[in-house]
């Protein structure tokens, strides 16, 4: 089974047993549907958990599992990470992509010259997503994941094409 990414838990709420997620998804209402089934990656092994209340607080999904009583049932997940069954992923409409089909990717500008390759896909909590670009011998790059710089995304040939301004690099 292979299973992909969602979030973080970064810490508990409350006494009752929810946890705060650093979330890395767009659809965190339809990951934390609930009776929805999350992963959580700790001591290498992926445990099953069954969502029973999900709401957002201050930006960060705040999520509670049937298998989980009180606060004394989640202290031990902190900072482990959440993963959904890969099969449970339904697909995008054209244009949208999932973060993890970005990672690798080779970024070039629109004459052609390669930037780098997606390291990282980072979200400002509101704004937009960035790309992180590793280079050749010079610090990463932060390119904004939005339309006026990203000008094509090219699945078959794993490229993608960005609108370099001044100061971008």
Do not use: W
Not at 3 to 25: D, F, L, M, P, Q
Not at 61 to 69: A, D, T
Not at 75 to 80: A, D, I, Q, R, S
Not at 102 to 111: F, P, S
């Amino acid at each position: 089974m292979e299973y992909i990414r969602i979030g973080t838990i970064i810490n508990t709420h409350g006494i009752r047993g929810e946890v705060k997620i650093k979330s890395c998804s767009d659809f965190d209402e339809e990951r934390y549907a609930i009776d929805a089934t999350v992963y959580i990656q700790t001591e290498g092994k992926y445990l099953p958990f069954t969502v029973k209340s999900y709401r957002v607080h201050k930006g960060f999904p705040l999520v509670s599992f049937k298998e989980c009583k009180d606060i004394n049932d989640v202290e031990k997940y902190k900072t482990c990470d959440v993963f959904v069954n890969e099969e449970d992923r339904k697909p995008l409409t054209d244009g949208r992509h999932y973060v993890d089909d970005l990672i690798g990717m080779v970024v070039k500008d629109e004459e052609g010259n390669v930037i780098g390759e997606v390291k990282d896909m980072e979200d400002t909590r509101g704004a937009q997503r960035n790309m992180r670009v590793k280079r050749d011998g010079q610090k990463d790059a932060l390119i904004p994941y939005v339309p006026a710089f990203i000008k094509d995304v090219d699945d078959a040939s794993g490229e993608i094409t960005v609108h370099v301004i001044e100061g971008l690099l």
